[in-house]
């Protein structure tokens, strides 16, 4: 069992979780990720992982309530327990020296982006970074990144704070001053990083996106989070969850993250209505 | 008395009846149908029975305690060779191990020798399962990665010769494939949970969440303990590599199996985990992964389940028991036919599949004729779901992070035949060593193993 050692709301449907992992976060490196079952009739989940504190033993985890699980999971406790906790999966980050770096979060996405900025900023590299949300109140992080960044930009798409409009339009605008961009790491919705890419692909700026997909065992037994990769079929659990944004299917990977919406809103549905 | 030519049967659901449930199908024999059918057995001089199983199970002395109604007895005798009786009485291919050894089989039928050993396994659970003697400690500590067949198995016999064992798994129950991939009518879970609870009585410990490789690494695990056993299976699906093969609709048999079993998916949305099959499913495959696919997904609602198989139904790779009930329960089986692509709609959802006509050539390297297609054969079959049964491969997780492990070419960790790999302290077996085979030849591999594993204790000790 997993103990919740600290909760801050973020927003409405926002929380941070600090999880008692101490064999997790031992090994957790930016850009893994973990599974979590709340309990016996739960769903395997996976969540990026926000952050690590290995002397404390502690995962942090953010997550939106989008589903039956992360709804449950936004209404545990401190001193709540998970069933299930376990990881860290996938591959790291390849954090190194490339320069100029832009790394964009939006939403959610922002979370998982921390520590790989902070790593890169520890790498020597020049950081830029630029963080979008659907507005104001969506934004997180913006303090502790802002530690780790050379170059902070905001935007929201209804202009509550920071500029507005979407993180694209933000990175097009670095690349018409002139700005030599070396590498772009890209996390957050599918359809942002799809956009991303397009715009960075013009100019063959390199562009790592961090995936998503549904999920069941988390190492590489089920194959259902494939993902099609310069048309070859990659499992994100293992290969990924990170991958060349200028190769992936992001078409075929919002299709397949739809397999089941419907079933997802019966669950939520009945759990409004108390009846789960 | 001659002796009675055929088995006696097994009492089983009906098959129109079964189809609407998940509960196991055949119900086991009674006390007096267990009594005479151990009465068949000739207890032969040369006990050709016990040549045939893995596990070395004295098949000839249970069967007899069986026919004198010495049941305690006779689970005794059981209990000293296998820590799963109840699993291998219900899923071990019989006909082509002990069965297949009877000398019986020259006037009729084998003795049912599965069918005593699943009595012998559920009387003992409906008595009580007694509390094994745990023998002194040698102070020695194994770790086992992996909770499947081998690794329980491992984990047992460890256990019982004195040894402190560890057990990593990383998922978040125990039994591996016997968990996630057979299904609950083939093999109960509750039945698993009891035969993983007397491991634990021995003084098994086991670990879940643990992703070996990952969260801890198998160095990690040889700082720590005196030797390592690792059982982490065939895991990772193959794929027909067809077009179409990412569309919604299209699983591997792991997913939608893990989905059902482990997962609970038939129980949606009482269980979180959800599942979507339509009317229509087509299995591509036709081992006993295959079978469980089509026959689960009968009892999903399908209203037409097909095997879709490019060879006849001589190769077949699944036990003839599976694809008899997969028969009796109205699967279809379309042979000689091989999918060439998958085809979705508009918004990428599957909804049929090509295929194309195949007839037999020459022998391959397997032994079985080649399959080779017939020109202008195509057509198509509309289909709701496709689940892609065609094998799995070793998992390649400890094979990749291991330094130094020799790999063989099909990914596997290369071992002798008693589960020594190149590095001394490093031992495998089952799936991983062997690619993708059966649950007793798992149990089998652990077994020798746990031999190989205690030999290799007591010899570092002595040079202490």
Known sequence: MYEILEKKVLSATVKLMKIKAPLVAKKALAGQFIILRTDEKGERIPLTIADYDRKNGTITVIFMEVGKTTKQLGKMKVGDKLLNFAGPLGQPSEIEKYGTVVCIGGGVGIAPLYPIIRELKKAGNYVISILG?????????????????????????????????????????????????????????????????????????????????????????????????????????VDGPEFDGHLVDFNNLMLRNRRFTEEEKHACKLLEEGKL | MAVKKEKHPMPEQKPKERIKNFKEVPYGYDEKTAIEEAKRCLQCKDRPCTKGCPVEIDIPDFIKEIAEGNFDKAVGVLKTKTSLPAVCGRVC??????????????????????????????????????????????????????????????????????????????????????????????????????????????????????????TLTVEELLEEFDAVFIGTGAG?????????????????????????????????????????????????????????????????????????????????????????????????????????????????????????????????????????????????????????????????????????????????IETDEEGRTNIPGIFAGGDIATGAATVILAMGAGKKAARAINKYLIKSSNFE
């Open chain 2, 93 to 214: 291919p019989y006909e082509n191990q002990c069965e297949g050894e009877c000398t019986l089989l020259k006037i009729g039928e084998p003795v049912a020798i599965g069918r005593l050993e699943r009595f012998l396994a559920d009387y003992e659970r409906k008595e009580g399962v007694k509390t094994p003697k745990i023998p002194k400690s040698t102070g020695k500590n194994v770790a086992v990665v992996g909770a499947g067949p081998a690794g329980l198995t491992c984990a047992g016999d460890l256990a019982k010769m004195g040894h402190k064992v560890t057990v990593y798994e990383a998922l978040h129950a125990p039994g591996g494939v016997l968990m996630y991939g057979i299904p609950e009518f083939r093999l109960p879970k509750e039945i698993v949970k009891a035969e993983v609870n007397y491991i634990e009585k021995l003084g098994v410990e086991i670990n879940y969440d643990v992703i070996v490789g990952k």
């Open chain 2, 236 to 412: 990772l699906p193959r794929w027909l590599n067809i077009p179409g093969e990412n569309l919604d609709g299209v699983y591997s048999a792991n997913e939608f199996l893990t989905r059902v079993n482990m997962m609970k998916a038939y129980r949606f949305p009482e269980y979180d985990t959800p599942i979507k099959i339509g009317d229509v499913v087509a299995t591509f495959g036709a081992g006993n992964v295959a079978m469980d696919c089509a026959r689960t997904s009968l009892r999903l609602g399908a209203k037409k389940s097909i095997i879709i198989y490019r060879r006849t139904e001589k190769e077949m790779p699944a036990r003839i028991e599976e694809v008899h009930h997969a028969k009796e329960e109205g699967v279809e089986f379309k042979l000689l036919t091989n999918p060439i692509e998958f085809i979705g709609d508009e918004k990428g959802i599957l909804k049929a599949v090509k295929c194309i006509k195949m007839e037999l050539g020459e022998p391959d390297e397997s032994g079985r004729r080649r399959p080779i297609p017939i020109k202008g054969s195509e057509f198509t079959i509309n289909i709701d779901t496709a689940l892609v049964a065609i094998g799995q491969s070793p998992n390649p997780l400890i094979p990749k992070t291991v330094k130094g492990l020799k790999i063989g070419r099909k990914g596997n």
């Open chain 1, 133 to 237: 949300a659907r507005n104001e109140k969506l934004l997180m992080l913006e303090k502790e990144i802002g530690e780790f960044s050379d170059e902070l930009h905001i935007c929201t798409d209804d202009g509550s704070k920071g500029t507005k409009g979407f993180v694209s339009n933000v990175l097009q605008s670095i690349i018409d001053k002139g700005k030599k961009i070396d590498i772009v790491w890209a996390i957050g919705p599918v359809i942002m990083m799809k956009v991303v890419a397009d715009v960075t692909k013009k100019y063959n700026i390199k562009t790592i996106v961090s995936l998503n997909p549904i999920m069941v065992d988390g190492t590489g037994m089920c194959g259902g989070c494939r993902v099609s990769v310069g048309n070859e079929t990659k499992f994100a659990c």
